[in-house]
T-cell receptor, first 115, second 114 residues
């Protein structure tokens, strides 16, 4: 069990640029979640995948954000035309399919800074 | 939006003392979970308590749940400097098409001084 990995760990970009983050979940986990965490706050849910299907999206996920999980394994989160307000830690979590309300396993996060 | 609040927002204690953190939430829940986050890192799951449970123990951790008051507490006994971290409670809502996404509070920042 290698755990959930996220790349890159840090990303600094200029306002208006596009960025893409990658999450590799624990291999047998069907469920994958993206969260965003700003300084001093708890994580907030962005979107959920069950295998390759994106089943839920938060209202936080504006049309500048898009997420994919093409083969039901790794996932990518892209932010287009970044804004300073997008600066945050982006966390990915995975979980097995059994028990929709059970423990989630988090990756180390990608810290985005938009200048 | 955040589900609820942790209390206190920050807590500073000496090594060996007990640390108690409280969490309140707003909606009916399936379960409540506590997570720990070291500075700038991802979250680590500590303990899960289901809505039909009132108390649960895991090592030096003790969690209580009062669904009538929509509140939970996390007690860390005999704290160590390595317990220094932020602690978050998270709930999973019942129904409403919930896909199990966690709803977090704002966290309690615990500092344990050696």
């Amino acid at each position: 069990d290698t755990g959930v990995s996220q790349n890159p760990r840090h990303k600094i970009t200029k306002r208006g640029q596009n960025v893409t983050f990658r999450c590799d979940p624990i291999s047998e986990h069907n469920r994958l979640y993206w969260y965003r965490q700003t300084l001093g706050q708890g994580p907030e849910f962005l979107t959920y995948f069950q295998n390759e299907a994106q089943l839920e999206k938060s209202r936080l996920l504006s049309d500048r954000f898009s997420a994919e999980r093409p083969k039901g394994s790794f996932s990518t989160l892209e932010i287009q035309r970044t804004e300073q307000g997008d600066s945050a830690m982006y966390l990915c979590a995975s979980a097995p399919l059994s028990g929709v309300a059970d423990t989630q396993y988090f990756g180390p996060g990608t810290r985005l800074t938009v200048l | 939006s955040q589900q609820g609040e942790e209390d206190p927002q920050a807590l500073s204690i000496q090594e060996g003392e007990n640390a108690t953190m409280n969490c309140s939430y707003k909606t009916s829940i399936n379960n409540l979970q506590w997570y720990r986050q070291n500075s700038g890192r991802g979250l680590v799951h500590l303990i899960l308590i289901r809505s039909n449970e009132r108390e649960k123990h895991s090592g030096r951790l003790r969690v209580t749940l009062d669904t009538s008051k929509k509140s939970s507490s996390l007690l860390i006994t005999a704290s160590r400097a390595a317990d220094t971290a932020s602690y978050f409670c998270a709930t999973v809502a019942i129904g409403g098409g919930s896909q199990g996404n966690l709803i977090f509070g704002k966290g309690t920042k615990l500092s344990v001084k050696p």
